[in-house]
């Protein structure tokens, strides 16, 4: 066996950045790389799916789609024309809490990059034919991803309506057919005027850019879009459970059961310390096979086909605000063994509460965190969508290069405190129900 | 106020890639490339696993799943808490051409990383539990995999293209699992995997001749030839109906089409590559372009080149709501027979070149990016100077070349396909359109 390495002695990498905030409100972070000539861009909207109005779910994703469908200088495809005839990949993506854009170009293509981002900030143009067109398209991105799929959308879409009360937590944010069918050209520039304001967004470029010569070009192209009131975020904080939630459901497609538990977990912008002890707690439960769920459930009670811990709705621990979860998902093949799993999970979880970490568990846990971060700074792109969420959610793009040291001081008593906050009574439990034959 | 779309600054030239190279005394070719932009290293280990034998791919899956899972000097657990030490993980991929075994880690910790990969190889040794523990998951994966509409197509599309052959099944029968024994791993582990052939890919925060060193070091016990296994010849595509395979009540239709390709040495891939992107290989593509952003059909329809030892091969995959199987169909030979029999513009010609040539230096752009792209490439029996060369290649393609291959490809008559639906909804209106055949009972494509 290896000898030991602290976290704390780790050679993490380094960026240089360089922050500004333009007059219209529009926070910029530059990391200048100029050992490929490869850029990335990314532009992060602080709304996601948890901010769309009521009678409207789906609509943060459907407006996403609608972002790539022209804007004040761009025909309908367009976008993608520049993009990808520039020798560059495009993609968006929503979210909980916000929505992106990204591009990764040859970095002879930047400025390109700039003003498409540019015009679609200043004015998406949206017509009826393209929402319904959009409207299609997503609904066979539903129908591939969650109807016509065994476990489509499990546990994402089916836990929140457990563990929450409140439309914004709990409702379905890939969006019912019949709201996405009835969404509007209005409703689109209603959406766009209150959350898209330049005043609600971070641009993020990473790579191979000189930083005053980038800054430049981004206040020619970006400054000149008018200023707008950035919307006030309300609160979504729902009161803790009191006692487990139990649900079922009916898959049709999947042959065989699976389970699902949200915990609710601390606010992640309350104090990172306490919650970075959380996300270390759910690589140690499922993180690799000397992890404490693998080898309890699949390795030594072989109870499971597998299993897995993970923060967020998607497994990122750190690109959501409060409430988010602590989520543990299984399938198993016996259906008479559900009551066994949620006791397997409770064991290991007491186990961890009473008599903490191994020796040297914590440490190579961390090890392993923290290396998986430098990896995903490896490629340019990543470094500016992580950069630019870090900016958004914690005002503070710099510290995804700096997490292995808050990670490096949580000790095996904050370990076991988390795992003390994961009792039956804080969580929801969802219990899928295979409707096919195996 | 129009504005205009900036133009495109001068080209960078891209930076040439150094790479060392040593064979070793066992065969094993090790490679390594310096990479500094983040303190870790990737590793690929490839080794040829291609086999005729009715069990392979049953024993094949179980040994990647079981790999791990101990050796002479260590248990499944402390095989994984050594790997986390190193800030590392070693992931066991397979297909029917080799099996792969992918880490990363902390670049400070090569040669231990090394050494872990010189256990398992030299002292994997399947222990009877962890087999039969592994071989009920793997039963339950399949179980979970085959209710799958895209694995259910995927998988109907490779036995059209290749029946009775390796490539045209991609998971085992649950019997051949069920049948398959430590004593068969261990069997194999000592038939195939065998340095001979094999190549070790190092890219990272390393000295390359360090790292030759290192897995000159580490490796040095690991020795022997491969056991000597038939090889099948590739079945010709036959000329086939569009096959239709029942999931009632399926909203939507996974559509696959296939056909032959040109392999990466041919002097004539380049401009096939690029009619692939201008046919569905990119979202500016001709198909995306016409059924999704058009017609609203699909989501994701993408078309691709594939590249296996014994052959390449051409593919497209969409998934359609049910009630425009037929419509979708219908597209779709039409946007293969534009290819075919009319030349693309110049403008999309242009497109597609810089797509390819800029996509090809971001795939290369990372650490993990360019192991993957280099293992592949060694592979196939490639080089550096492929890689180096390629960007020229696709400068002098032009639109006759161009034609000259979609016609030879991409041609409908040329594809053989499947769709995996609701028959009793997209029966009728596809017999209207194309000649069908509906799978038997039972015919899952395996």
């Known amino acids: 066996v290896p000898s030991k390495l602290r976290t704390a002695a780790l050679p993490a990498p380094s960026f240089d950045l360089v922050k500004h905030k333009l007059g219209n409100g529009l926070r910029v972070v530059v990391a200048p790389d100029r050992s490929s000539p490869v850029v990335g861009i990314a532009v992060y909207y602080d709304v996601g799916f948890r901010s769309e109005p009521e009678g409207r779910t789906g609509f943060a994703h459907l407006f996403e789609h609608l972002m790539f469908q022209g804007s004040e200088n761009l025909e309908k495809l367009e976008h993608f024309r520049y993009v990808q005839s520039s020798g560059g990949v495009f993609n968006g993506s929503t979210h909980l809490d916000y929505t992106n854009y990204f591009e990764s170009l040859p970095s002879r293509a930047f400025e390109r990059g700039l003003f498409l981002e540019a015009d679609r900030m200043r004015s998406p143009r949206i017509t009826d034919e393209n929402m319904a067109n959009q409207i299609a398209v997503v609904k066979e991105e539903i129908r591939v991803n969650v109807m016509n799929r065994p476990y489509g959308g499990f546990p994402w879409l089916v836990l929140p309506p457990v563990l929450y009360d409140t439309f914004p937590n709990a409702h379905n944010g890939y969006g019912g057919f019949e709201d996405l069918s009835s969404a509007s050209v209005d409703d689109a520039a209603e959406f766009f005027n209150s959350y898209y304001a330049p005043a609600n967004a971070v641009l993020s470029i990473a790579g191979d850019v000189d930083a005053d010569a980038a800054m430049d070009l981004i206040e020619s192209h970006f400054g000149g879009i008018k200023r707008r009131k950035k919307p006030v975020r309300p609160d979504f904080a729902e009161p803790p459970l009191t006692s487990e939630r139990r649900e079922t459901v009916t898959d049709a497609l999947a042959p065989m059961p699976a389970i699902a538990l949200g915990y609710r977990v601390p606010n992640p912008g309350d104090d990172l310390h306490v919650y970075l002890a959380t996300v270390l707690l759910a690589e140690i439960l499922s993180d690799g096979d000397a992890s404490r769920l693998q080898r309890g459930l699949v390795q030594s009670k072989r109870l499971v086909t597998d299993v897995s811990a993970y923060l967020g709705t998607f497994g990122d621990p750190l690109e959501e605000r409060d409430p988010t979860r602590l989520n543990i998902t299984a399938h198993y093949s016996d259906a008479r063994n559900t009551e066994a799993v949620l006791a397997g999970i409770d064991v290991e979880l007491d186990r961890l509460a009473q008599n903490g970490t191994e020796p040297g568990e914590l440490d190579r846990v961390r090890t392993k965190l923290a290396a998986t971060i430098f990896r995903e700074l490896d490629q340019v792109l990543n470094r500016s969508l992580e950069f630019a969420k870090f900016e958004l959610l914690f005002g503070d793009a710099v510290l995804i290069t700096e997490l292995p040291k808050p990670l490096a001081q949580v000790s095996d008593a904050d370990i076991r405190a988390a795992a003390a906050r994961l009792t039956p009574s804080g969580r929801a439990v969802v219990e899928l129900v295979p409707g096919a034959q195996a | 106020m129009t504005l205009t779309v900036p133009a495109l600054a001068a080209p960078t030239k891209p930076k040439k890639i150094t790479a060392s190279e040593r064979v070793l005394a066992s065969g094993l070719r090790v490679v390594a490339v310096r990479r500094p932009s983040v303190p870790m290293v990737e590793v690929r280990l490839r080794i040829p696993f291609l086999s005729a034998r009715p069990t392979h791919l049953a024993h094949s899956s179980l040994l990647s799943d079981t790999i791990l899972t101990g050796t002479a000097n260590a ?310 100077g492929w890689l180096a060369d390629h960007p020229a290649r696709l400068a002098e393609v032009t639109v006759a070349q161009v034609a000259e291959v979609a016609a030879e490809f991409l041609a409908p008559t040329k594809l053989v396909g499947v769709a995996v639906g609701d028959a009793s909804a997209i029966a009728g209106p596809l017999a209207g359109i194309v000649d069908v055949e509906r799978a038997g009972a039972g015919a899952d494509g395996g």
């Open chain 2, 75 to 384: 248990d499944r657990t402390g095989l994984a808490i050594a790997l986390q030490e190193l800030g590392g993980d070693i992931s066991v991929g397979l297909d029917a051409d080799r099996l792969l075994l992918s880490a990363s880690g902390l670049a400070a910790r090569l040669p231990e990383l090394l050494a872990i990969y010189a256990d398992v190889l030299g002292a994997a040794s399947y222990p009877a539990d962890e087999v039969a523990g592994e071989r009920e998951r793997l039963l339950e994966r399949i179980t979970m995999a085959r209710s799958q509409p895209g694995v259910i197509a995927n998988e109907a599309l490779a036995h059209r293209m290749a029946p009775g052959h390796p490539y045209g099944q991609s998971l085992p029968t649950s019997e051949s699992v069920a049948a398959t024994t430590a004593a068969k791993l261990r069997r194999l582990h000592a038939d195939r995997v065998r340095p001979d052939g094999a190549v070790l890919v190092i890219v990272g925060e390393v000295a390359p001749d360090k790292a030759l060193d290192a897995a000159e070091k580490a490796l040095s016990g690991w020795t022997g030839s491969p056991a000597s296994a038939k090889i099948p010849a590739l079945p010709e595509l036959g000329d086939l109906p569009l096959l239709i395979v029942d999931r009632p009540g399926s909203v939507q239709t996974s559509l696959r089409f296939g056909g032959e390709a040109l392999t990466r040495s041919d002097e004539r891939y380049p401009a096939l590559q690029l009619a692939n992107l201008i046919f569905g290989g990119y979202f500016s593509s001709r198909w995306v372009e016409n059924i999704r952003e058009d017609k609203g059909y699909t989501y994701s329809p993408r078309s691709s080149l594939d590249h296996a030892a014994l052959g390449s091969s051409f593919s497209a995959s969409a998934d359609v709501a049910t009630e425009v199987t037929a419509p979708a169909v219908l597209e779709t030979f039409y946007e293969l027979g534009r290819m075919a029999s009319l030349p693309v513009t110049d403008a999309e010609l242009e497109s597609v070149r810089q797509y390819a040539i800029g996509t090809l230096a971001l795939s290369t752009a990372t650490q993990a990016g360019l192991a993957s792209t280099l293992s592949a490439l060694f592979g196939a029996g490639l080089d550096l």
